[in-house]
T-cell receptor
Framework: EADIYQTPRYLVIGTGKKITLECSQT?????MYWYQQDPGMELHLIHY???????EKGDLSSESTVSRIRTEHFPLTLESARPSHTSQYLC??????????FGEGSRLTVL | DAKTTQPTSMDCAEGRAANLPCNHS???????VYWYRQIHSQGPQYIIH???NNETNEMASLIITEDRKSSTLILPHATLRDTAVYYC????????????FGTGTQLKVEL
């Protein structure tokens, strides 16, 4: 059973607000990822980290930022939310190459 | 990474085997084939992966053709809970843990 948690599960917020999506895993995995997925569409990698103090941008350009200060924690921040940021954000972690464990996702709606 | 091609959708009767095909004709010798599934916008779930040999685990079997240009994921006795989008992904060995998800196959299991 994967132990990776995302909060909040659902968030409705106004334009211009700062938001942070939390992602935590208790498996001690070094590698963590953020994917973005619009309803019925493909998942797109927006950020990843291969360890503490390591972060990289993914294949899809995103205005969000991430940090990795602790192994178990990989939060994603939007400084000023806009309606175009409305989407589902999925966090994942892995130890073995290619075997990712995903959280349940955070569904963000920006009004 | 090699591109994959999957049918957009498939139907299967409950209790019957579901055979999901994937074409990866440009796959290289050091690229693995991974299968994930995503149930109704939850986080994707790892199913199985292989390089050359057929693989089986408690969830499914993976059959890779001898020339490695295609593969089939087999769910031996599909249930309603297997209704999901199934993703076939090719990952290069040593290419990091990043996975690129395509559009997948929507499998609908019906009574």
């Amino acid at each position: 059973e994967a132990d990776i948690y995302q909060t909040p599960r659902y968030l409705v917020i106004g334009t211009g607000k700062k938001i942070t999506l939390e992602c935590s895993q208790t498996m001690g995995h070094d590698k963590m990822y953020w994917y973005q997925q619009d309803p019925g569409m493909e998942l797109h990698l927006i950020h990843y980290s291969y360890g503490v103090n390591s972060t990289e941008k993914g294949d899809l350009s995103s205005e969000s930022t991430v940090s990795r200060i602790r192994t178990e924690h990989f939060p994603l921040t939007l400084e000023s939310a806009r309606p175009s940021h409305t989407s589902q954000y999925l966090c994942a972690s892995s130890e073995l190459a290619g075997e990712l464990f995903f959280g349940e996702g955070s569904r963000l709606t920006v009004l | 990474d090699a591109k994959t091609t999957q049918p957009t959708s498939m139907d299967c009767a409950e209790g019957r085997a579901a055979n999901l095909p994937c074409n990866h004709s440009t796959i290289s010798g050091n690229e693995y084939v991974y299968w994930y599934r995503q149930i109704h916008s939850q986080g994707p779930q790892y199913i199985i992966h292989g390089l050359k040999n057929n693989e089986t685990n408690e969830m499914a079997s993976l059959i890779i053709t001898e020339d490695r240009k295609s593969s089939t994921l087999i769910l031996p006795h599909a249930t309603l809970r297997d209704t999901a989008v199934y993703y076939c992904i090719v990952r290069v060995e040593g290419g990091g843990n990043k996975l690129t998800f395509g559009t997948g196959t929507q499998l609908k299991v019906e009574l």
